[in-house]
Nanobody, 124 residues
């Protein structure tokens, strides 16, 4: 079992920045690929970014490429999502996810473990 706890969400003005964190426990973190997804009420969960076991491979949704950066600190069992140049359309609940696959998938069904989510609200 893997437990994931997100933090760092909040309210920010358009153009601002936030950094989300996701702390993992319960399994060797360096054998987990990690992903960030987001979801609005009534909509499907949307891929945002993902990172491989060792951090050497990353993947981003086109909508966030160049603005968001995913990174991980295996010594702290934590994955981060640095979000810059935020837009109102980035407003969502953001979820951290984990999978034992070595390369990070973009499909939410490939992840077996999920955090509880953290709200990000971007005001215009």
């Amino acid at each position: 079992q893997v437990q994931l706890v997100e933090s760092g969400g909040g309210l920010v003005q358009a153009g601002g920045s936030l950094r989300l964190s996701c702390a993992a426990s319960g399994r060797a973190f360096n054998n987990l690929s990690m992903g960030w997804f987001r979801q609005a009420p009534g909509k499907e969960r949307e891929f945002v970014a993902a990172i491989s076991w060792g951090g050497g491979s990353t993947s981003y949704a086109d909508s966030v490429k160049g603005r968001f950066t995913i990174s991980r600190d295996n010594a702290k069992n934590t994955v981060y999502l640095q979000m810059n140049s935020l837009k109102p359309e980035d407003t969502d609940v953001y979820y951290c996810a984990a999978t034992g696959l070595p390369l990070p998938p973009r499909i939410h069904g490939s992840y077996g473990y999920w955090g509880q989510g953290t709200q990000v609200t971007v005001s215009s």
